[in-house]
């Protein structure tokens, strides 16, 4: 199923010159949002799972996915966000985490700051370009391990130029490949990477049951679930969270962001 649900963040190669200072870019987090210690040997700590002390908190995030190459496709029409999603996330009142790339952030700006001023979420970084960090990730372009740390940063200064607040230091990778070569490479950005323990299979679905039902068979306390805010290759995400929220607080399950979760 992962493989299913990530191919939909694919995409080819494109420019990824002149990127912004690395130290304007980290001015875009948020101050004192919680992080992890570092992992073995140094490297980048990586957060798949809240602690028992989480009790029945689960974190939903959203993936905004967009690869540096897909503006054309933008412009004739392809819609890459999900403002009906969004809308819906804030009439039934469900915290979450945005997991946003920078050329995302560049597309849809007014959204983007609406979602980053909006106190039930925040905005987490899934890379500027959407290019992958490891070879062999669901056909996506790779990027040089030396331009790694340079296209997170990048995502961040793309954020704050378009006015995007509450930004946390959080990074997810695209496709969620990683290995310790490219957590060696993040070192320097300070960020948390944040993987999941729930894959919704959401990305090209097209039965918004099948989706429900299988986040909700597979949750359990302190899970992160892993969905998507594209209308282009998610189609039927909003559906499925009309399923998926009301039965998770039937069976006593509390919506947190994943800063909440990391702190429990």
């Known amino acids: ?61 959203f993936d905004a996915d967009m690869t540096a190459d897909q503006g054309a496709r933008a412009a004739g029409g392809e819609r890459f966000d999900n403002p009906t999603l969004i809308a819906l996330l804030r009439r039934l009142e469900v915290p979450a985490t945005v997991f946003m790339t920078g050329r995302w952030a560049e597309e849809y700006p007014a959204q983007a700051r609406s979602i980053g001023d909006d106190p039930l979420f925040e905005v987490a970084n899934h890379s500027y370009s959407h290019y992958s960090f490891t070879p062999d990730c669901y056909g996506l372009p790779k990027i040089s391990a030396k331009r790694m740390t340079t296209d997170v940063e990048r995502a961040f200064a793309a954020f704050r130029a378009v006015g995007v607040n509450h930004v946390v230091p959080y990074f997810r990778f695209p496709g969620g490949c990683y290995d310790d070569t490219t957590l060696r490479a993040l070192v320097p950005a300070k960020v948390t990477a944040v993987q999941w323990d729930v894959v919704s299979g959401d ?59 990391m702190t429990r």
């Open 1 to 61: 199923m992962l493989g299913i649900t990530l191919t939909g963040c694919g995409g080819v190669a494109a420019s990824l010159s002149a990127p912004p200072s690395p130290g304007l870019a980290r001015q875009a987090t948020v101050k004192g949002a919680p992080t992890m210690a570092p992992g073995p040997g140094g490297l980048t700590p990586v957060f798949k799972h809240g602690a028992p002390a989480a009790g029945r908190s689960v974190a939903l995030t």
């Open 203 to 261: 990305a090209f679905a097209t039965d918004p049951d099948a989706v429900s039902e299988q986040v909700l068979s597979e949750v359990k306390p302190g899970s992160l679930v892993l969905l998507h805010c594209t209308r282009s290759s998610a189609p039927v995400t909003e559906d499925a969270v009309r399923k998926i929220v009301p039965e998770l607080r039937r069976r006593g399950y509390r919506l947190v962001k994943v800063s909440d979760l």
